[in-house]
């Protein structure tokens, strides 16, 4: 039986950082959707369509192996999307202990809505565990250089809306 995971998020935008727990992930599981998020309480900078055309774009660069990936935009409950698409395996990326703390609260509860499927955490690497979505927006917003943290396409993205 394949194992279907799902690794979450808004992804907005994807960051190596994420393409990092993505590589990753795929040691984990056989079959990996990432589920671009809607309904997340932030308030993102590109609409769900978008992130998920640059989490598609960004995917070509793992070669075959994004044959196994899949893009989903979802809204709703995860553990909805899980049983739609049939993954018990939810990989969420673990930064900072305060990342854990949160991550912990949101696997209990999505064990408790399906005890069925099985939180997977991944610790950041070392060269990526400072990345976050929310630095490399507010570097992009005052003009700073984000080539290191975002592929180019993210980051022309970003040039593009901050000068709007």
């Given at each position: 039986m394949a194992r279907i995971g799902i690794y979450p998020g808004t992804f907005d935008p994807i960051?190596?950082?994420?393409?990092d727990v993505i590589r990753r992930?795929?040691?984990?599981?056989?079959?990996?959707?990432?589920?671009?998020?809607?309904?997340?309480?932030?308030?993102?900078?590109?609409?769900?369509?978008?992130r998920g055309l640059l989490v598609r774009e960004n995917l070509k660069e793992l070669g075959a192996?994004?044959?196994r990936v899949e893009v989903r935009t979802f809204s709703g409950l995860l553990v909805n999307l899980a049983?739609?698409?049939?993954?018990?395996?939810?990989?969420?990326?673990?930064?900072?202990?305060?990342d854990f703390d949160y991550e912990?609260?949101?696997?209990?509860?999505?064990?408790?809505?399906?005890?069925?499927i099985e939180t997977v955490f991944l610790?950041?690497?070392?060269n990526?565990?400072?990345?976050?979505?929310?630095?490399?927006?507010?570097?992009?917003?005052l003009g700073g250089d984000i080539s290191t943290f975002v592929?180019?396409?993210?980051?022309?993205?970003?040039?593009?809306?901050f000068k709007a």
């Open positions: 960051t190596v950082g994420h393409m992930a795929l040691t984990v599981v056989d079959t990996l959707i990432i589920g671009v998020a809607l309904d997340t309480g932030k308030a993102p900078v590109f609409e769900i369509e978008e192996a994004a044959s049983n739609e698409v049939g993954a018990k395996i939810l990989i969420r990326g673990i930064r900072a202990v305060s912990f609260q949101m696997a209990c509860m999505n064990s408790r809505l399906d005890p069925t610790t950041a690497s070392e990526t565990h400072f990345i976050s979505s929310r630095f490399v927006k507010q570097i992009a917003r592929s180019p396409l993210v980051a022309e993205h970003l040039r593009k809306h």
